[in-house]
């Protein structure tokens, strides 16, 4: 059974669209992590938070928006969806070992 | 700028070995991981070094020399199973992670 949920695990929408991805973790876990990740290519951290009320830009982070109102629920949000955001997002956590532990990832196609 | 360089692609034989390398230019260091990620799938975790030698688990074993920039990830007793990608990622002095590319292993019967 997961401990990271990601929803929806697929998603085809149109251009201009507002979405939101989400992602809950059952693992007590306070660092939480978006990631996107292109078929064959390295992950790009798009927003992070270290716990409740606290969020970090990542590298891409420019065209969403993240909240950490409870440490279970991390939701991305793309306020208007374009074709170059179709791919991978990846939600992850962290105990502060610096391991993660990845959701399975919600895979996005805008048209 | 900071960089993780692996191979793009290789290829062994089931029950063979397999080194995979990882070469690294990163601001700091605090740390190198692997993971493995099966096609369609999440990384899930294999191995960190954050110190200079080889840490074994299992078929796997990990190497580090920070002089040098440079780890590798060691399969042993090679199964089909082991097809996959293999992420290299160092965290860097702000304990951020830089991630390669990764390295698609294919494995032949």
């Known amino acids: 059974e997961a401990d990271i949920y990601q929803t929806p695990r697929y998603l085809v929408i149109g251009t201009g669209k507002k979405i939101t991805l989400e992602c809950s973790q059952t693992?007590?876990?306070?660092?939480m992590y978006w990631y996107q990740q292109d078929p064959g290519m390295e992950l790009h951290l798009i927003h992070y938070?270290?716990?409740?009320?606290?969020?970090e830009k990542g590298d891409l982070s420019s065209e969403s928006t993240v909240s950490r109102i409870r440490t279970e629920h991390f939701p991305l949000t793309l306020e208007s969806a374009r074709p170059s955001h179709t791919s991978q997002y990846l939600c992850?956590?962290?105990?502060?070992?610096?391991?993660?532990?990845f959701g399975e990832g919600s895979r996005l196609t805008v048209l | 700028g900071q960089n993780i360089d692996q191979p793009t692609e290789m290829t062994a034989t089931e029950g063979a070995i397999v080194q995979i390398n990882c070469t690294y230019q990163t601001s700091g260091f605090n740390g190198l991981f692997w993971y493995q990620q099966h096609a369609g799938e999440a990384p899930t975790f294999l191995s960190y070094n954050v110190l200079d030698g080889l840490e074994e688990k299992g078929r796997f074993s990990s190497f580090l020399s920070r002089s040098k920039g440079y780890s590798y990830l060691l399969l042993k007793e090679l199964q089909m199973k082991d097809s996959a990608s293999y992420l290299c990622?160092?965290?860097?002095?702000?304990?951020?992670?830089?991630w390669g590319a990764g390295t698609k292993l294919i494995i032949k019967p």
């Open positions: 990622a160092v965290r860097d002095q702000d304990y951020q992670l830089i």
């Open positions: 693992m007590g876990h306070d660092k």
């Open positions: 992850a956590t962290s105990a502060g070992t610096g391991e993660l532990f």
């Open positions: 938070s270290y716990g409740v009320n606290s969020t």
